[in-house]
Each structure stands twice: as structure tokens, then as C-alpha cells.
């Protein structure tokens, strides 16, 4: 009763305890003085795991020889790839200045020999050979144009006998190809009958005369191709013929026939179209922008699906002097033989190309490692040492690519698992400091 009667004298009926207020602030501060302790633990935690950070790498000893980023104080395997952790060599191991190399950010390396087997090191060295890749193309066969002859007359007349009536047949020079009915030939051959008996009568001036008319009569005979041994016969027997017989002028292949027994032709009609394919050409289309790897001379062979393991050797001939707009490639024309007749006008096939170039110096594309601000290579020394070497690159094939600075004939260097004796000269040079030697000028060859 006492205590409610102050409060209410007080006026303040429902106000907290006697002592209340003190107790709050004594909360405060102690939540205050418990944050302070807990940042300053933590901030003592993470200076002390970055000094222990910095120690571990200050000491690292050993490292992963396929990863070799991750290094330890101590022996053991790499959490990575389980392989035994292995002594990251001392800082003098690389051979010295000599073989620090010229690349920024590398150094040079030694690398025991049981390591170099194991982690699959290949080596090529630097040669001087032409550079250039053989181009696989497609072709085609065709017959050789100055191989090709078009049988035709130049005279009308029916044609009575077609001794080559189908096309595809094979005939030989010399042999009958046709018979024809001409009343114009058989005139002409008429006037050299007469031409010639009358050039064996009369006397000096006549003889004279008739013997200009005689070489009028012959050349006009030879004018209308009529065969020499058909002349021949006409001086030997004296009697004109109704029909005269075409031979084969050379041996070859019927590709076109233009006529049928019976039929009427005049000057200039197509007959026969004879090949001779012992030789044939075969087209390539050539891209528009290997025109500067090729040129006549190159070798070349030919693969076609219908004869499968068979190879055909031949060299590039002529390189057309157009491009086709519709597929941008140039045809070019490589010679075959064909005695046996086994390559056939129209068939399609592969075709390889071995371009000759100049001899440069080259190494195996995959040696050369491009960071897109320079190009370089590692030397392979005697006793597993390797040396960072940059070079300036020109021209490549696919295969090899050329060297016109930075290394000289003769060198060795690394054509594969570079990508792990890089990762070690990284971080060799970053555990010694190194900058990675001289930038871009050393080692002109």
C-alpha cells in the first residue's frame, strides 16, 4: 500500500521498477565490449592466416609436376591428380642469365630426364624445308583437247557404208570409217584424169600448158581433203571412183558421232568426234585463295570411288586464267597417262596437290605459343634444360609454321606438353621474382 501510494504521488501509476534504467545501460555496454573483442579475434584470425599464407609460399618446396600452380612445404600428393608431389628445383637451376630466355613473366626451367619421359615430352627441330600443305580438291576427267580430232568433209554428198556406227568404239589410224557418194568429188576427180592424159600428148608449149592445169586439178583434189594414197590410185589406175572411203586420220575413241547411213551432208558437217585417251587431262577446281601456293609443275594424284586403292600420279599442267563467279575457284589442269585406258572422260574423284615452295625455316605449329602480344617457343638445352625463346612467325600451313626470327637451324624445341613446362617457368619466375629476361630484342638469327 505504501509502495503504490508513492508511485501514484510520484504520477506515474505504471512506470518500470526502481533501478531499471542503471540495469539497461549496464546491457549495453557489455554487448558493446563483446562486439569489440569479437571483431578483434577475427581480424587477428585473418592476419594470422594470410602471414601463414605468405609463409607457406615463402617455403614451398615442393609442387605438382601436372599442376604446377599448387606447392606445399612439405613431401606428399597433389589433392588434384594424387600424383607424389616432386622438389621444385633451386632458383639457380635454370643454368643462369644464359637460359632465362627473352619472354616477359618466364624464366628458364630443369626438368630431371625421368620427368621429361614421364609428362610426355616430344621435341622437333628447326629445319629448313618448303612449307606448304598438299590441298585435297575434287576433279574430274576429260579428254585431252589437242589429242581430239573432228572428222568432217568438205564436199556434199550420202553416205552409203558407216563402218563406226556406235559411239564408245575404239577404231585405229588408218581403218574405214565411212563411204561417200559425192558427184562433186567424182567431177573433180574426172578433171584430173583429163588434166593428166593430156599433159602426156603435144608438144613443148602444150606440155608446158597442160602441166600448170595438172597442178591445178591436184591441189584442188587436195583442197577437198581427198587422201594422198586416193590421188595415188588415180594416177596408177586412171579411172574416177563414185564413192570415196574416210579413214581414221589417228587411233582413238569414238566420244561423238554426227551422221547415219544414208543421210546427206555438206561441207563442214560433223561427223565423228576421235580421242585419243592413252593421255587425258583431269579439271580441278582450284580455290581462289590457294592461287598462290601452286604453280605448273606441282605434283598431284587422283582417286576416284570407282576404283578403289587405286592411285594415279600426274603433274599440274595450266592453271586457267579465269574464276568462275558462281563458286570463286579456278580451274587447273593436271596431265595422266591412261595407256590402259582405265581412267573414262567424266569421272569424278579426289584430288591431292603438293604445292612446291621455297625452303624457310619451320617448326611444328604446336611449338609456337601465342599470347596475342608475342609468339614464343622453349628451347630444349643438353640436361633437361629449357629456355623461353621469343620468335616472329610468318606463313603456315596447318601443319608446320614458319620462323623468320628468334631461332636459328638446328635448334630444338618443344612440340608438345609445352602448356606444362610453361605453367612451371610462370611460376618459377614468379617465386624468384624474375621479370622473364630481356623483352622482344635478343637472339636475332
Partial sequence: MNDERNRLAEGDPHGPPRGAHTMNLIRIGLLAVLAIVAVASVGGFLLARRGAQTTQVAEAKYHCPMHPTYTSDRPGQCPICNMDLEPIPAAGAAGGGALAGDVPGLTGIHIEPERIQRIGVRTAVAEMRPLGASLDLVGFVAPDESRMRQIQLRVAGWVKDLNVSRTGETVRAGQPLLSLYSPELYQSEREFLIELEAAGHGDSAALHHEAGALRSARQRLRLLEVPDEEV??????????????????????????????????????????????????????????????????????????????????????????????ETRTVKARVVLANARGELRPGMYGRVRLTPRGEAVLSVPAEAVIHTGDHDYV????????????????????????????????????????????????????????????????????
Fill in 232 to 325: 595415188a590410185r588415180l594416177e596408177r589406175e586412171r579411172r574416177a571412183e563414185t564413192r570415196l572411203t574416210l579413214r581414221a586420220p589417228v587411233s582413238g575413241t569414238v566420244l561423238e558421232r554426227g551422221v547415219t547411213e544414208g543421210q546427206y551432208v555438206g561441207p563442214g558437217t560433223p561427223l565423228l568426234t576421235l580421242a585419243d585417251l592413252s593421255v587425258v587431262w583431269l579439271l580441278v577446281d582450284l580455290y581462289e585463295m590457294d592461287l598462290g601456293r601452286v604453280r605448273a609443275g606441282d605434283a598431284a594424284s587422283f582417286v576416284s570411288d570407282a576404283m578403289p586403292g587405286r592411285t594415279f600420279e600426274g603433274r599440274l599442267d595450266f592453271i586457267y586464267p579465269t574464276v568462275t563467279p
Fill in 378 to 445: 622453349f628451347l630444349m638445352h643438353a640436361a633437361g634444360h629449357f629456355e623461353p625463346r621469343m620468335v616472329w612467325v610468318g606463313g603456315t600451313d596447318g601443319d608446320r609454321i614458319e620462323i623468320r626470327r628468334g631461332i636459328a637451324a638446328g635448334d630444338t624445341v618443344v612440340a608438345s606438353a609445352s602448356f606444362l613446362i610453361d605453367s612451371e617457368s610462370r611460376l618459377r619466375a614468379a617465386i624468384s621474382g624474375s621479370p622473364g629476361g630481356a623483352a622482344a630484342g635478343g637472339h636475332d638469327h
